[in-house]
């Protein structure tokens, strides 16, 4: 069985897992990054990244290249999904950039991935990929041994458990479950139209929720349709299935129904969360990105916090005298958790809560648009706590 | 079988009634108004009068007496009634007066009912009490028949419907029944306390409310509290009892529980409404006030829509050339109803919304609460439709 020895291990080869490697070989720690699929490569549409996660970007180097792949949306706009009305909107122009220090981008899944893969691989990184991690035993009084399940162990002073939604190692520290929302999504893309989307554009309904947006320099239009399932709710182990989706939009207005012709229909996205929790250490292994505060997508920042639980890692070890030692490793790793761990439980719950907002019915409907049309949008309290600097 | 004849009988001896016979009386027209108890009276506490009601008041020289009896508030306040917090005000003061060209005023009930009982006799309306009428012939081509259980028939010109929620002649009519809402109202009288209480101060919570305010130039505090009643959900006959009351404010802030102690639990009024209509003449027959447009009270608008139905009438009357013959009170009830019928439908639908925005839970009351502390205090948008002249 082969043995290997690294000073930090990270688990995971998603967005999560490529950021805190890279945070950490960019402050000279060596690093070994193992993925348990036979290539590197991410599956998925559009994504969305806010100024709290390109201002990171941009840090690291890496900000020109997001804008060259990606596209900056002039706004963000809410649409009722019934009436095809406008709730309210955010310019992402000047005054946003200024007040958040960063532009909005959105960027293809695949494609923020690569600039990811490129930066930790030239950072040097050492990129493992058919390494499905079994377990992580805890050594006393420090460091980690990662058992590969295809054979194999790596010694390290310290693990980064960047494992996703269904994290197998969170399993063996929290102990948890994902919680099913009962929602489930489809994505899509299409080349452009005539005229180019300039907005981010959602359009919000009972139970269901239309975005679109433009990807690669306009080129390419992303949509994801998510919609509560009948199914999930009267108790079937399968749901959100094909049959359910058109019928969920059958009341929203034309411009959401037309875009659903264009939804890849041989693949879903039944979306998941778990309860925030305070336990993303055990012993010298951390918890980050989904593994640590998997949300819904409501916000559009689980990549955004992933990033950040990076940023705030390297900045932990900013803060540290020389390189850590095995032991050293710990309370790096809990000022890490001090400093995210709140951030992201209220981002989890406000995920949820916002996605209610966006669900709501009847009078509930009634209150947000009103709330919504009478936003004045020059008024970024609601985007501050989220966007703003740390 | 005692015969009698009028050129206008009302029947009804409550706001609806009396006012309509002022406005009738007032334009010389010879009013007989018959009222089924044995006396003139009104059974409640507190009534609110907007400036679409005291305009019409002033108009008639009414609205000193009813400074002197009733009470000027200085501000609306809504607070949640589960947390106490102030969601939003209504300043009443001068710029208030000044928009809508009369003060907001606050009534006992049996006191607005002297004054216009006083000023009904003053202009020589015929107010025959312990005539309770069985039902109304309409005669062709024009005019009606009203016959009185007690025996006697009055032959009128025209008959102006004002018997309230449970009208008889509305049955007759429309043919319709009131709708319960499975809301039920307590109320009760206080000496005030050591400090004046000087607003209107309405606790909305989930599924309760509970709304204080001075009478009686500041020496009474009265107040209401009304919930829904489980056992009405619950599909009993009898529902609303006091045995429900106590349990429905559980959750409330202490200054709401504090009231509940100061209400008479002898006497509840179960809340009802119904469907608009736009029904509401027959022959020479006018219904006005709840016996036209029954609402919920949620606005604090019963009192005041009646009295608009009066003035309206007498409007009407003022450009009718001449006093009106026998087949001439049938178009200018038409007008009455063309001009009445749009406002009084809309407060009637408003009332039933605005009460489940009183009683929204969840995220209802979160959206709620966010729009209403969020609400400029010097916007005058949600009143002005029913505030404002017309």
């Known amino acids: 069985m082969k043995k290997n020895s690294r000073p930090v291990v990270v688990v995971g080869g998603g967005i999560g897992g490529l950021t805190a490697a890279l945070a950490l070989r960019l402050r000279g720690v060596e690093v070994a990054l193992l993925e348990r699929a036979d290539e590197f490569g991410e599956v998925g549409a559009g994504l969305q990244l806010a100024p709290n996660a390109t201002r990171i970007l941009a840090e690291w180097g890496l900000l020109d290249k997001t804008l060259q792949l990606g596209y900056e949306p002039r706004s963000i706009v809410l649409k009722d999904a019934l009436d095809g009305a406008e709730l309210t909107r955010q310019d992402l122009g000047e005054e946003f950039r200024a007040r958040y220090g960063a532009p909005y981008v959105v960027i293809h899944r695949s494609d923020l991935h690569t600039i990811l893969l490129d930066a930790a691989r030239e950072a040097g990184v050492e990129l493992i990929t058919a390494s499905e991690v079994d377990s992580v035993t805890e050594r006393e009084p420090a460091g980690a041994t990662i058992t590969v399940t295809n054979g194999g162990t790596w010694e390290a002073d310290a693990c980064i458990a960047a494992d996703g939604l269904t994290s197998r190692l969170r399993d063996s520290i929290v102990g948890d479950q994902p919680i099913a929302s009962g929602y489930v999504a489809y994505r899509g893309t299409l080349p452009r139209g005539e005229d180019a989307f300039e907005d981010v554009v959602a359009w919000v309904g009972p139970g269901c929720h239309f975005v679109r947006y433009s990807l690669r320099n306009g080129e390419m239009l ?124 209220l981002v989890q719950n406000s995920a949820r809560v916002w996605g209610d907002i966006w669900h709501t019915e009847g009078l509930g409907r009634l209150l947000r648009n009103e709330l919504m049309q009478r936003r004045d949008t020059k008024d970024f309290r609601y985007s501050d706590w989220l966007y703003g600097a740390r």
Chains 1, 2 share one sequence.
Not at 284 to 297: E, F, K, W, Y
Not at 307 to 332: F, K, N, S, V, Y
């Open 222 to 345: 992303n949509q994801v349709a998510v919609f509560r399932s009948p199914r999930f709710a009267e108790g079937h182990a399968d749901w959100g299935g094909v049959e359910e989706l058109d019928n969920a939009f059958s009341e929203c207005c034309d411009e959401v129904k037309h875009g659903l012709a264009h939804l890849w229909r041989d693949r879903r996205w039944p979306m998941y969360d778990r309860a925030p929790t305070q336990q993303w250490r055990r012993g010298s292994t951390l918890l980050v990105g989904d593994a640590a505060h998997p949300m819904l997508q409501y916000l559009a920042q689980g990549a955004c916090q992933a990033i950040e639980d990076a940023a705030t890692l390297g900045r932990a070890l900013d803060r540290h005298d020389g390189m850590p030692t095995t032991g050293q490793w710990q309370p790096i790793f809990d000022q890490v958790v001090a400093e995210r761990e709140p951030q992201t439980t």
